[in-house]
């Protein structure tokens, strides 16, 4: 594609992503920046919502259903790191996603900032053969940059996010990367995502059903299983480990989806929270999930 072709500037050579550092080589360490953050971004979209939400009730089935279709158009759930990038492996996608957790957290992002992020990264790596890897945190930055514009009331700006990797990138190279992602993406920065799908199933006043699904993003089960499955696991597997039915035939019907389908996806996401919690997992770390890292694996899943 043409996109390809864009010259950008030269960075100093860096190892970001076998462990992200800044501009003199040390490891970035987030939780001892000055916070920047914009306060009251999630309480005041929480509650804009939540009234908005009570005006369309009456349409929920007919937005479900759009929603349902939309993730057809958008999620080809396919492994394009195994297809399209020689240069990048699943352990640098990891690493890059659970810095922006951080990033996000520092900046007090909300979850659908987040995951819109790492949909228009894996949209625009989908779309350019043999990205090199010491653009990756470039292209990451730049997307959450182009996510918190389309979804925060306050974004951070294109300097706050050179900040955050310690100037590593400068605010014109953040500007340049942004268009050549836009151009990528042919400016199609809309996505359903899971944390909407988990707001239909219920889930979203559940934490530990956005610490799964944030957890998700940074494994290979995000890009093999779309988020209406994903959240709906989620849901199922909170349920569980609050000693509820996972997931009752009401919902069932509703939502089109049986938890014969659900319990291959419940079980991926029961190890990833497993090996998260027993590898120290950093992403746990994060101020958002401090109500949930409590709450141990789940020791079985209901058959």
Known sequence: MATAAVAMPRTRARVALSNI????????????????????NDHQQQQARSHHEIGYMHYHDDIYENMRRNELKHYACVDYLATCQRNLTHRMRTILVNWLVEVADEYRLSGQTLHLTVYLIDSFLSRLHDVERRRLQLIGVACMFIASKYEEIHPPTANDFSYITDHTYTTEQVLAMEQTVLVAVEFRV????????????????????????????????????????????????????????????ALSRRSGITYAQLRPCIVALRDLHRRAVANGSAILNAKRYRDTVRIAPLSHVPK
Do not use: M
């Open 21 to 40: 550092t800044n501009a003199n080589g040390d490891p970035t360490d987030l939780r001892k920046k000055r916070s920047v953050a914009i306060e009251g």
């Open 190 to 249: 809309t996505a359903v995502t899971s944390v909407e799908f988990r707001r239909r199933f219920g889930g979203d006043d559940a934490p530990l059903v956005q610490l799964l699904l944030d957890l998700a993003l940074q494994d290979p089960i995000c890009l093999a299983h779309r988020p209406s499955q994903l959240a709906a696991a989620a849901c199922a597997y909170a349920q569980v480990a609050a000693g509820q039915d996972a997931w009752p035939a």
